[in-house]
């Protein structure tokens, strides 16, 4: 059974930076495609970044410039660098893993962004 433990939330001022990370266990991590969604309060889950298990990373409009997802196959964790942060970017992030039609989720970490 694949788990997923993310780490690395917490609160920081606009323009701040924080680095999440997502460690995996369980299952083949090269396997997988790796992404990062968020959810904030009132709001549905959006999907923030993806990171193929070839390496190839994709990002949604509102983080291109500022976000970079990167994975590192010897320890088995996904990573995503926020720069530059805005308040809109205040949510829980989510880590997932998907394997065709297999698809687990971490439990999720608080980022906060506020003066």
């Known amino acids: 059974q694949v788990q997923l433990v993310e780490s690395g939330g917490g609160s920081v001022r606009p323009g701040g930076s924080l680095r999440l990370s997502c460690a995996f266990s369980g299952s083949t991590f090269s396997l997988y495609t790796m992404k990062w969604y968020r959810q904030a309060l009132g709001n549905q889950r959006e999907l ?56 687990y989720w971490g439990q999720g970490t608080w980022v906060t962004v506020s003066l």
């Open 48 to 103: 923030v970044a993806v990171i193929t298990s070839g390496g190839s990373a994709n990002y949604t409009d509102s983080v291109k410039g500022r976000f970079i997802v990167s994975r590192d196959s010897a320890k088995n964790t996904v990573d995503l660098q926020m720069d530059s942060l805005k308040p809109e970017d205040a949510a829980v992030y989510y880590c997932n893993a998907q394997y065709y039609t297999l698809e």
